[in-house]
């Protein structure tokens, strides 16, 4: 029993006409043209019926859902009209399989085309015309109801217990928010954690694409013969039909799998289930390719999305934890089963020397290098990338940490826990080693990708990105009773490092004598001087530190440009705190330069667990210059709040998400109202790209909750638990 308010406001000076049509429609699966496979043999039918004076009515009926009744408050006439394509208007010698084809309310409507509409009242699809007059300052409310139970002569759908149950609902809802924000939130912030959950969970969509019927349509599925190569011909195995969380169901109405991953994160805040559900779906059968690739997104499924799945399961399980105070094993089963498969296709594939440092592409970065990384380079040769090995390296942490928390059920586990320790080792021996040919850059403080020319030699491509920051992510502080649990491996582990101590030379030092607070240990890429040389640069205001969070490009390359001369042609890398000038990767992205919210996230991530380790033994200027000594876990609060201003009234009562857009800056209608943008200004933290893409910069929930619950004594006293506290601030 849905309820449905729409309410109308004339903000302006002149009453105006208002043509409203809310409408309910059927998904077209019965049509001739859809795969025999796909096709229902019942087609829905939506039909009007007779209701008591005062209001409108259609009787829905579907083979699967059952029955149900639309009731609209009003006698507002019902435009019917089968929802399917108009094939004869879009396609030269096509006809309609129906004459109410689904564009006819338009035309009725707008032109006065009454014949484009069933007289019969009835289709697949139906809207309710209000014709309203609304005066100057005034409102217009329309109610509806879709129902179970049709009404009768007595029963009043729209009477006093209509404006009750909405009136509880709302009473509902602030109640629950309230239970999931920190109290120490302001009113701001917590409106802001608000409506990006509420964005969350309004992104979710039905998702259908049969892989095999959509090679057959467009002749390039290799299961027949004749076909044609195209693009995601190798996924013919997939069906999707799954509600998923969207990017944006408005620009993006599509799911990316590395998006998916973080946007579990804020919605862990208030549904861990259906986080945990989305985590499943992407290791699906019907999702994960036979050889270990995950999908990355519809129009390409075979381009490499960062592997971040183990990460959010981990987050996944660790909320479950303090919320239930339990561990479903078999969710962590499942996707540790899974999540090894897609470890070994990155293995198998992206390690193309077997050197333990690893390609992949774009990686989710789009235009961040200097040339396209998904294409053929125009030097030859190939690219060992700085993030894909980093990634890697968390991946391993993660997996690792996974495997002991199943060990803790299961001792088979304990071999796992061994394999993904020492593939870290390997990949942090392989990024970490000097020479020209290494990604560290001793006389910059930085890593870079590495070119791998034809002739054997190698070169750094010398781009100050979020690239060269990544490797700080790869972090994970080991708390004292994990490493409780699994003594015979870490028996085995201290054995391994003995016999092959060029393993633990470039890395972070940890074990016995190098256990940090609480005796907590650490899996880091970074040792101490290289994470302090990279903090310096990517804490500097005239680098990464934007007044908004972490830009995704140095602003060193404002007055520095990073510039490759190959075969007469210029490639060059700019600072560009706004939107891209080349059209890479559609030229409708751009990370050369602002500010984008997951990554941002785990750099917060990989400051929080160095400062596990740490406590107050390290500190460093921040911001770079300033003469202010900062712990890391002031570090990350500071770049919390600096990604939380971007949504906040500043001391003008203006939003920086909103730039120059006055409307929505001083309006009181407005103001309040926050779009949750794809990327942001790198100087002035103006929102861009898609502006509904709450997707991943949801994740500014997560980081007011954060921190309106953790302060550093408490994180240092908790460790690892105190980050996934409920919002009333119990464990």
Known sequence: ???????????????????????????????????????????????????????????????????????????????????????????????????????????????????????????????????VNVGAGQTKVIRLRLSKRAPDEKGNPFGKH??????????????????????????????????????????????????????????????HSGYRSSRNSEWFHMLNEDVISMPDKWEYPWYAAWDLAFHTLPLAIVDPDFAKEQMKLMLKGVYLHPSGQMPAYEWNFSDVNPPVHAFATLFLHRTEQALRGETDLEFLRATFHKLLLNFTWWVNRKDRNGNNVFEGGFLGLDNIGVFDRSAPLPTGGHLEQADGTAWMALFSQNMTELAVELAAHDPVYEDMVLKFTEHFYYIAAAMNRSGQDGMWDEEDGFYYDVLQLPDGSAMRLKVRSMVGLLPLCATTVIEQWQRERIPRVMALIGQRLRRIPELRETIHPTGPGHYGVADRGIIALVNPERLRRILSKMLDENEFLSPYGIRSLSKFHEQHPYVFHVNGQEYRVDYLPAESNTGMFGGNSNWRGPVWMPVNALIIRA?????????????????????????????????????TGIFLRDDRGRRPVYGGTEKFQTDPHWRDYILFYEYFHGDNGAGLGASHQTGWTGLVAKTIQLFGLLDAKRSLEAGKGAAFASGSGKE
Not at 1 to 22: C, F, K, M, Q, S
Not at 55 to 81: I, K
Not at 621 to 635: A, D
């Open 607 to 643: 400051l929080l667990n160095f400062y596990l380790y740490y406590g107050d033994n390290f500190k460093i200027e921040c911001p770079t210059g300033s003469g202010k000594m900062m712990n890391l876990f002031e570090v990350a609060r500071e770049i919390s709040d600096r990604l």
């Open 1 to 131: 029993d849905i309820l449905v308010r729409i309410t109308a406001a004339n903000r302006g000076t002149e009453a105006a006409e208002l043509h409203l049509l809310p409408t309910l429609w059927f998904r077209n699966d019965w049509s001739s043209w859809i795969a025999e496979s796909n096709r229902v043999a019942e087609k829905p039918n939506l039909k009007q019926i007779k209701t008591p004076a005062g209001a409108s009515a259609v009787a829905a009926a579907h083979p699967v859902l059952g029955e149900f009744v639309l009731s609209c408050e009003g006698e507002a006439p019902l435009l019917f009209t089968e929802n399917e394509t108009n094939h004869q208007r879009l396609f030269s010698g096509q006809k309609n399989e129906s004459p109410y084809v689904k564009d006819g309310i338009n035309n009725c409507v707008i032109h006065g085309n009454q014949g484009a509409v069933n007289p019969a009242k009835q289709g697949t699809k139906v809207a309710a015309h209000y014709k």
């Open 162 to 223: 209509f404006d009750e149950v909405f009136a509880e609902r709302l009473r509902e809802a602030d109640e629950f928010y309230q239970s999931v924000t920190p109290p120490s939130v302001s009113e701001d912030a917590a409106n802001v954690m608000r409506q990006a959950i509420a964005g969350m969970l309004w992104s979710k969509q039905f998702f259908f694409f049969d892989g095999d019927n959509w090679l057959d349509e467009h002749h390039s599925n290799p299961l």
